[in-house]
């Protein structure tokens, strides 16, 4: 079974430019999940998309983040314009159903905001 | 906001002992995850123990869960080099408007198994 994909796997970009991750979940999953985390800490969650709905973006930072999940199997998440405390790691998981059962998480996004 | 807290932040161990790592949580759950993350890579889910669960075992993984106390301890025993990641509970909770349940994770335990 194919693991979850992620691209780029490391972004540099100036501050006030824009950037876009994107990733595959495993085949099947329902339900797509995009955490950051930054250095030092746990992943915290930005979106949460069940199929191609919007289940919780409470945590998104809606003035620069944007995400879609269209046909509800890959995404897109969109910085516009970065700032440098969006440096992290950016992470996407998705599981089968909802958090009642394990999220399986890809390999990440470094981005680094100068 | 992060709801567990591990305990401690750092251990370093030698190989073959036991590594205890602690894990708080302030409101109710629906279950309580582990998960590894090794350097630069994204986190390996390792183990779910749900609320009306005490303890739960794999290979040598042993997770206790107290609701009472709200709190969870990961217990990995016979350490090995390869152990050496950082380790984070998540708690899967309703969101406030109960519609859809969310994973939280805390801020970690960076695990350092020495040959």
């Known amino acids: 079974e194919a693991g979850v994909a992620q691209s780029p796997r490391y972004k540099i970009i100036e501050k006030r430019q824009s950037v876009a991750f994107w990733c595959n979940p495993i085949?099947?999953?329902?339900?797509l999940y995009w955490y950051q985390q930054i250095l030092g800490q746990g992943p915290k969650l930005l979106i949460q998309?069940?199929?191609?709905?919007?289940?919780?973006d409470s945590q998104l930072p809606k003035d620069r983040f944007s995400a879609e999940r269209l046909k509800g199997v890959d995404s897109t998440l969109k910085i516009q314009p970065a700032k440098l405390e969006d440096s992290a790691v950016y992470l996407c998981?998705?599981?089968?159903?909802?958090?009642?059962?394990?999220?399986?998480f890809g390999p990440g996004t470094r981005l680094t905001v100068l | 906001s992060q709801q567990g807290e591990e305990d401690p932040q750092a251990l370093s161990i030698q190989e073959g002992e036991n590594a205890t790592m602690n894990c708080s949580y302030k409101t109710s759950i629906n279950n309580l995850q582990w998960y590894r993350q090794n350097s630069g890579r994204g986190l390996v889910h390792l183990i779910l123990i749900r609320s009306n669960e005490r303890e739960k075992h794999s290979g040598r993984l042993r997770v206790t869960l107290d609701t009472s106390k709200k709190s969870s301890s990961l217990l990995i025993t016979a350490s090995r080099a390869a152990d050496t990641a950082s380790y984070f509970c998540a708690t899967d909770s309703f969101l406030p408007s109960g519609s859809a349940r969310q994973l939280t994770f805390g801020s970690g335990t960076q695990l350092t198994v020495l040959p």
């Open positions: 085949s099947g999953h329902a339900t």
């Open positions: 998981a998705s599981s089968s159903r909802d958090s009642s059962l394990a999220q399986y």
């Open positions: 998309f069940q199929n191609n709905g919007v289940v919780d």
